[in-house]
């Protein structure tokens, strides 16, 4: 099983990693992309079956990724993972086919409680 | 817990819920301690380089969320969320934690702001870079492994043009 952590912060991409890794994940194969537009180029060559993305990026931003992932018909579980999370930017995010908001800061339990329901070993 | 629903007197967030905010991060992401700081902070330690975190905030709410933290507590931050060692962070790491960790205060204090509103990047800057002029609405000054960090919270007065909101 493949994941793709989509975020313009290194560091909150490596926080994501270490996150997956304390949650029980550590195992699965992790790919990397700084914004929307960086992702759909390596979902385009090699989907993965998870997406986290941060919501606010560079370029195109965690939501138009997800619109962009729709027009294209990829069916690819999508979540966010965000420091903003109002009741609109959920509506949008759900409307949108987002599973989940994992609000940061964020735990491991938050982690393994939210991501298990969506990874098979 | 951190609190998600808006409420109607959030311009008179109180220094407690800068503190929640900043021991849930603090705690979760890199298991660093902070408390809050109870002296009277007349001046900053000038032996100290300091980063300022900036992020404006428009929308219903106009204003900005400033983190101030030393270097030193920076380049912690930094080693927590690289798995390195402090000597080994990068200045471009320093930038991009420092830039995180005020947006993740800004994102959740976000919700408790009135009305919608949208939040800029964040910017980083070298030392304690405060155009002081509009209303602090919230600040509160924290000690992390010993040294002073400061969250303040900038509501732009109607009419007045300032570089900080």
Same mark, same amino acid.
């Given at each position: 099983?493949?994941i *793709?952590?989509?975020d313009?912060?290194?560091?909150? =991409?490596m926080?994501?990693?270490?996150?997956? =890794?304390?949650a029980?994940f550590? +195992?699965l194969?992790?790919q990397?992309?700084?914004?929307?537009?960086?992702?759909?180029?390596?979902?385009r060559?090699?989907?993965?079956?998870?997406?986290l993305?941060d919501?606010?990026?560079?370029?195109?931003?965690?939501?138009?990724l997800?619109?962009?992932?729709?027009?294209?018909?990829?069916?690819?579980t999508?979540g966010?993972i965000?420091?903003?999370g109002?009741?609109e930017? #959920?509506a949008?995010?759900a409307?949108?086919?987002?599973k989940?908001i994992?609000?940061k800061?964020?735990?491991a339990?938050?982690?393994?409680?939210? *991501?298990?329901?969506?990874?098979?070993? | 817990?951190?609190? $998600?629903t808006p409420?109607?007197d959030a311009?008179a967030?109180s220094?407690?819920?800068?503190?929640?905010?900043?021991?849930?991060i603090?705690?979760?992401?890199l298991?660093?301690d902070?408390? =809050?700081?109870?002296? !009277?902070v $007349?001046e900053? !330690?000038c032996?100290?380089?300091l980063? $300022?975190g900036?992020v404006?905030?428009d929308?219903?709410?106009q204003g900005?969320? *400033?983190?101030? @933290?030393p270097?030193a507590?920076? @380049?912690?931050?930094?080693?927590a969320?690289?798995?390195?060692?402090?000597?080994d962070?990068?200045? $471009?790491?320093?930038?991009?934690?420092?830039?995180?960790?005020t +947006?993740?205060?800004?994102?959740?204090?976000?919700?408790? &702001? !009135?009305g919608p509103? =949208?939040?800029?990047?964040?910017?980083v800057?070298e030392g304690?870079?405060?155009t002081m002029?509009?209303?602090?609405?919230a600040q509160?000054?924290? #000690?992390?492994?010993g040294? &002073?960090l400061q969250?303040?919270l900038f509501?732009r007065?109607?009419n007045?043009?300032?570089p900080? @909101?």
């Open positions: 099983m493949k *793709l952590i989509v313009d912060s290194n560091a909150m =991409r926080i994501v990693r270490r996150t997956l =890794r304390e029980g550590g +195992h194969e992790v990397q992309a700084s914004d929307g537009n960086e992702a759909l180029e390596l979902i060559k090699n989907p993965p079956d998870l997406i993305s919501w606010n990026m560079p370029n195109k931003s965690g939501l138009e997800l619109y962009a992932l729709n027009e294209e018909g990829y069916k690819i999508f966010f965000t420091t903003e109002t009741a930017m #959920r949008k995010a409307q949108a086919g987002a989940f994992i609000n800061p964020f735990t339990e938050t982690f393994a409680q939210t *991501l298990g329901a969506f990874i098979k070993d | 817990m951190l609190q $998600t409420k109607p311009i967030l220094a407690n819920v800068l503190l929640e905010l900043a021991e849930s603090w705690s979760s992401l298991e660093l902070i408390q =809050r700081s109870d002296d !009277p $007349t900053w !330690p032996d100290q380089p980063l $300022t900036r404006v905030v929308g219903d709410w900005s969320i *400033l983190l101030v @933290c270097k507590i920076a @380049c912690k931050a930094a080693a969320m690289f798995g390195v060692s402090p000597p962070v990068a200045e $471009t790491d320093l930038s991009d934690t420092m830039g995180e960790l +947006h993740m205060l800004s994102g959740n204090l976000k919700s408790l &702001l !009135p509103c =949208r939040l800029s990047p964040s910017s800057t304690y870079n405060i002029g509009n209303r602090i609405a509160v000054f924290l #000690r992390s492994e040294l &002073l969250i303040i509501e007065e109607k007045y043009e300032n900080d @909101c």
